[in-house]
Each structure stands twice: as structure tokens, then as C-alpha cells.
């Protein structure tokens, strides 16, 4: 069974730091990982997707790494702003007995302080 | 391009109600979720389809129903509402499974 963990529940930081958030997924077994965010109150929006094929992903400030082997992603933050805070949130695609499914961690919620 | 679009935002029902959460898409995805999220626990999926006419059960679909006559559209349908279904309903929807899900606004459900 997939099981997705992401530590801290809840980070805190100063404007302008850089800072790391984790995901963890027990089956190495992926065909990628997706990170998401969601702001207060919202549905969530897709940051990025990184292949299992891939060891990194960009988008702007944002950086996703990918390591299967040790079952773990990081997405970096560079230069942190107040409009960065939101929950993050992990997932990846799982199937089992014959039914798919997005796995996902229970989030991040990330709070950039002015 | 609306992406996905869900109504009613919020309701309010009695146990023993029943009511239709509507999603719509305008991508032509293939495939289309609902989830609900409650606090502290994550997202979990209710139904899924992966075409028009197919469907099938997520992790938590006890209490619910769904139908899938269109590529656009997806409801669920609440049967007797109790409060544990109190909850932020999520819809979404993708190419596939392992492509990126884009979802939906959310509808707030209380049940007293």
C-alpha cells in the first residue's frame, strides 16, 4: 500500500528564505510525483509534476527533486514571499487491485512572514 | 476556458436530505474524481471515471452515488445525508491518471 508523508505539518518562516519542504511515499514504485498547493478556502493548483524518469523539475522559484530509490521529493522555495504561503501538498498516482488513484500527503502549511 | 467548475460553493442540509453536488469540465478529459477533504485528514477519493459511462468506487464511497453520461460532466449525489458527511468536496479532473489533475473550487457541505 502507498502510503505519502509529509513532514513538517507546519513551517514558518521570514521573507526572503529559502526553505525545503518534504514528501515521503513507501512504494518506490511511481510513475511520477506531483506538488500542489492549495491557498485558503480553495480547490488546489498543480505547481509541478516531476517523471520518475527525472531527477528535477523547475518552475520559476520553485524546484522539485526526485529521488526514488530512497522514496523521497523535496520542493525547494528560493526567496520566499508572503504570497508563498499556502499548504503544499504531494501526491502520486498508485494503483491497486484493479483501482487507480492519486495518493496524497496530508500538506504543508507553509506561512511567510513580512 | 472555465477549467473546472463546481456548484453550488456551499450548502447547508438536515440529515436525511439529499442533494447533487454538480462538476463540470470544458478540457475533455477523460477522466474526472471527487474527493473530499477533512481537516487533519488529507484528501480522499470518493468515485472516479475514466470515460463517459464508467465509473468506479475511490476509498470512501459509502453514501455516495455518481453518473457519467458526458465527457463534461460528473455528479455526485448525497442519498440521505448524515453529518459525517460534512466536508469540502473536491472535483478534478485529467488526461489520465498519471497526467496532472486540475481541480475545482470546492463545495462546502454542512450536515446538521
Known amino acids: 500500500k502507498q502510503e505519502v508523508t509529509q513532514i513538517p505539518a507546519a513551517l514558518s518562516v521570514p521573507e526572503g528564505e529559502n526553505l525545503v519542504l518534504n514528501c515521503s511515499f513507501t512504494?518506490?514504485?511511481?510513475?511520477?510525483l506531483q506538488w500542489f498547493r492549495q491557498d485558503p478556502g480553495k480547490g488546489l493548483t498543480s505547481l509541478l509534476l516531476i517523471q520518475s524518469s527525472q531527477r528535477e523539475q523547475t518552475s520559476g522559484r520553485l524546484n522539485a527533486s526526485l529521488d526514488k530509490s530512497s522514496g523521497r521529493s523535496t520542493l525547494y522555495i528560493a526567496a520566499s514571499q508572503p504570497g508563498d504561503s499556502a499548504t503544499y501538498l504531494c501526491a502520486v498516482p498508485y494503483a491497486q487491485g484493479g483501482s487507480e488513484k492519486l495518493v496524497f500527503g496530508k500538506g504543508t502549511k507553509l506561512t511567510v512572514n513580512p | 476556458n472555465a477549467g473546472v467548475t463546481q456548484t453550488p460553493k456551499f450548502r447547508i442540509l438536515k440529515i436525511g436530505q439529499s442533494m447533487t453536488l454538480q462538476c463540470a469540465q470544458d478540457m475533455n478529459h477523460n477522466y474526472m474524481y471527487w474527493y473530499r477533504q477533512d481537516p487533519g485528514m488529507g484528501l480522499k477519493l470518493i468515485y472516479y471515471?475514466?470515460?463517459?459511462?464508467?465509473?468506479d468506487k475511490g476509498e470512501v464511497p459509502n453514501g455516495y452515488n455518481v453518473s457519467r453520461s458526458t465527457t463534461e460532466y460528473f455528479p455526485l449525489r448525497l442519498e440521505l445525508a448524515a453529518p459525517s458527511q460534512t466536508s469540502v468536496y473536491f472535483c478534478?479532473?485529467?488526461?489520465?491518471?498519471?497526467?496532472?489533475?486540475?481541480f475545482g473550487p470546492g463545495t462546502r457541505l454542512t450536515v446538521l
Open positions: 471515471s475514466v470515460g463517459a459511462g464508467i465509473t
Open positions: 478534478a479532473s485529467s488526461y489520465s491518471m498519471i497526467d496532472t489533475q486540475y
Open positions: 512504494d518506490s514504485a511511481i510513475y511520477n
